[in-house]
């Protein structure tokens, strides 16, 4: 054995006794309690243990750019037109910068597994795309990122990022996203990306219904599209904000809808908390979709960051934890088995979304593992606990000690 992390409990099964994890090459080789093996040894003292955590939904290439953008509107956002304002000063040095800089709090954070997107327009070509693609080779040490390429600010009129999906879809991006709040015609760029999709033998994760009422919800038309072509679980759309606004038996009836057609939803809760209600100034409307009520209903769910210091959310540090505590806040999550469930959101949930298939703490798969300071997941999401350790493949990528008091 390289390693053997010992006394650990299993996220999957924390009731069952600690156990020790054996690590050879690279990946898990042994799992057993009192593991009988001479190699260096981390002792992780009773604590939870994962695959690490993974970010089904954030934007590298747009972070930390809040500085240059111009202000708000009183209450309107106007968030895509300022980050529109700034991407022609987007150069490969600089989106790799203020990229790497987000990337590695979210390492730091324990996430091992990332689906990052990016947009391409004319505004920045594929600029975003080279430096990510860059980040990605660079940062294989500590988290495997897959690119995402959808066009932001329109596609059925904006000839120029059709030819550019099409070339990132050549160079090798594995999904292909959607914005069709930002197309004068919503269900040609929806149908247009599943042709793409389908063309180029790629995943699907589209941003979809936002907004403050369940009118025009074009979940409708992804869920007829991914039954239509058979690619149930290979779809994933975010934000949801408009299923925030249906009565429970409407929300009920959606998420069977949902889940039948096998789409996976991605709830954002600082962005749509961030956008949302802005038609308001008192009782404000929340936006965020309830995903535990999507998942007792059947649907696949993560919970991710979106955007981080950028006019979308303006806030934010690369902390999934922290993601997860927001939504059960915002959606009155407070049961044992629901802020479970709001940890698997970020773990074996949103594996199963980005189709991963050696995922997790196995024999056999790669040894990602990730030790948090809890002994249960809900105690993880309720009390925002950190990593003391990560692992990428076998080998330390993180430290993060206990904060101590020193008693005068």
Known sequence: MDLVIR????ADS???????IGVQGGRIAAMAPGL???APAYDAQGNLACGGLIETHIHLDKTRIIDRCPPEDGRNANAVPRVAAVKQTFTEEDVYRRASATLENCIKHGTTRMRTHVELDGGVEMRSFNALEQLRRDYAWAIDIELCVFPQEGLTNNPRSDQLLVEALKRGAPVIGAAPNYDPDKSGQIRRIFELAREYDVHIDMHLDSGN???DMDIHLVCELTRKYGLGGRVAVGHGCKYSTLP???LTALAAEIADAGVAVTVLPATDLYMMGRDQTH???RGV????VLVENGVNCSISSNNILNPFTPLGDGNLVRMANLQANVCQIGESRRLRDCFHMLTTRSAKLMNLKDYGIAVGNPA???IMDATTPEQVVAEIKAPLVVFKHGARTVTRPRAELHRL
Do not use: F, K, T
């Open 289 to 292: 979709a309830d995903a535990n």
């Open 368 to 370: 990602d593992i990730v």
């Open 213 to 215: 009422s369940p009118a």
């Open 248 to 250: 429970p038996p409407d």
């Open 14 to 20: 924390p009731e069952q006794p600690p156990i020790d």
């Open 36 to 38: 009988g093996a001479d």
């Open 283 to 285: 009782s404000v409307r």
């Open 7 to 10: 006394n650990v409990r299993l």
